[in-house]
């Protein structure tokens, strides 16, 4: 009897492992970008968020500016702010529809449009409540993110 492997015992357990390494290193590639692709979600949703916060301010009109000045509300640290004011934003909105509570008839009124009616401010009550729907756009060099705004009138 012979102690040892073969030739193609030894080759078909270098393709073995072979294989098996090359898929570890599919998987270890796909995780990796899909966490580049993750953080740069993350800071996109951030600066949509930030817009959200100043939405007073900024977001219902057309309008260039840079981070730093949408975030002028929040405390942050010296670099962080330099960092920031390089970030140029365009913030385009667009009105896509107004709605009139006085084009629906008392009849057709359903349960959730007295919700709303209900839930707005007594200086409202007995006005006629007006949404406007629309559309921001943040625009960057790094990113491109929109929203879709309501906005009572």
Request: glycine share 4%; charged share 25%; aromatic share 6%.
């Amino acid at each position: 009897m012979r102690k040892g492997f073969t030739l193609i015992e030894v080759m078909v357990a270098v393709m073995i492992v072979s294989i098996v390494i090359a898929a570890l290193l599919k998987v270890q590639g796909n995780s990796s970008n899909k966490l580049i692709q993750l953080q740069k979600m993350m800071k996109t949703t951030q600066y949509s968020s930030f817009l959200l916060a100043n939405s007073q301010k900024y977001g219902f009109e057309s309008t260039t500016t840079n981070m730093a000045d949408i975030l002028d509300d929040f405390k942050l640290e010296d670099s962080l702010r330099r960092k920031l004011k390089t970030i140029k934003i365009d913030i385009s909105y667009d009105q896509l529809d107004t709605l009139d509570s006085s084009d629906f008839s008392n009849d057709d009124q359903t349960a959730q449009d007295q919700t709303i009616q209900d839930d707005t401010n007594d200086a409202q009550q007995g006005q006629n409540l007006i949404l406007e729907i629309g559309k921001t756009v943040l625009k960057s060099d790094k990113f491109t993110n929109s929203l879709v705004r309501v906005q009572v009138l």
